[in-house]
């Protein structure tokens, strides 16, 4: 069964048709209008079609489109435009077959006609030089698309006209499988030409950002938005405020990911003696990013998505986040891949290396945050340390570093450990970190770990 959502302002000539149209489709048992505080009959009309109707919290299409994902009663989700009129008779259709035949968990729906100026003049030149695996979408900047909700609750929705470019990268970043699907000859009004500027202007933001900020920003941007409507920060309650944070590799991940591209590109005798003769970190960082040098965004994302998790961190997580617990990574490796697993566990930051891309391709390049290294605050006595950035993690979220539980594997995670409230070994060989960890799982599963919080 089939939710269509239709983000709607103003658009009380056309919304009706629109809610006849998709409740006419068997499939469909729900339509819902999120009515973003319309000036006219919208939400009126809508609701007279048979629609359910919801009045947005907030103006901005993408936190409409969060707030339809919420409401939404099925695991197939349609997105439509509220001012077109008429829709091609098969788009519904169309756009649920690749999903109900569990060839794609991601749509997005093209149609007959010119592509817009922005898309030909800022989306598509951005694609091409950060993502270019998507360079091919002939209309990337289309709202009408479809998917699952179990991946539209993973992503952060821009709420700006970034929404549906920034949706698709993310979603691509997932590794969801991607397809686009011509749906016809649709009249699509245009942008006045005093929109365009600021819609160029949101837009390559949004790509921008996704290429640029694959980091913790991105996971703390929405702090105003999100994480402050749920946060008491009454000074008698930030004392209450608990975190979790995961390592990784070989905690998270069943393996390392370096080790994983290692094998794949043949590199890992090259590895293994840069971790046997390089000691100082920082140098070794650099060193192994160089071996990455001209593989794609696609090629790493397929390594990581091919790596297995440990089974249930995603239910531990998930029970975690529902006793108040802030959940995060901080790992050595990578914002590309961490953020991977960030989404797909459904966390919320993570901190680890920026690894550049040009063109999409690595350029052996790797900048490592700020927040790893010492400041004045520092509870460590090391420049660049782990315990640096759940420190900076505290800070942004409000919690004591004594109020976290820490799980990791190797000695790269002692001294957090050792600070972390509660520390825990998670597999480890490393016989320091099990003397300085408080609590330690053998298991491959985090199950114990619960018992901890």
Known sequence: ???????????????????????????????????????????????EAGAKVITSAKRGKGISMKEGVDAALNDILIFLDGDINPYPADTIALLAKPLIDNEADFIKGTFSRNAGRVTELVAKPLLDIYFPALASFTQPLSGMIAGRKSFFKRIVFFNDYGVDIGILLDMYLMKARVTEVNIGYIENKSKPWEALSKMSREVASAIITKAHKQHAQEHTINIDNDIKEKIDLQPGNLLKRKMAIFDMDDTILKGRFLDACAKKFGFTAKLEDLRATEKDTMHLTKQVALLLKGKTIDELLNIVHSMEMIDDIKYVVKELKQRGYITGIISNSYTLITNYITKNIEADFAYANQLEFFEGKATGEVNTPSYFFASD???CGHSFCKTNAAQHACTVYNVRLKDCIIAGD????????????????????????????????????????????
Do not use: W
């Open 410 to 453: 190797s000695k790269d995670d002692r001294c957090m450990i050792g600070h972390a409230g509660t520390g825990v070994a998670v597999r480890s060989t490393d016989d320091l970190l099990r003397l300085i960890a408080k609590h330690e799982i053998k298991e491959e599963k985090f199950e114990a770990l619960l018992t901890y919080a």
């Open 1 to 47: 069964m089939l939710s269509v959502i239709i983000p709607a302002l103003n658009e009380e000539n056309t919304i009706a048709n629109v809610v006849l149209f998709c409740l006419n489709n068997p499939q469909v048992t729900e339509v819902i209008v999120i009515d973003d505080t319309s000036e006219d009959n919208t939400a009126k009309l809508a609701a």
């Open 377 to 379: 605050e520092s509870v």
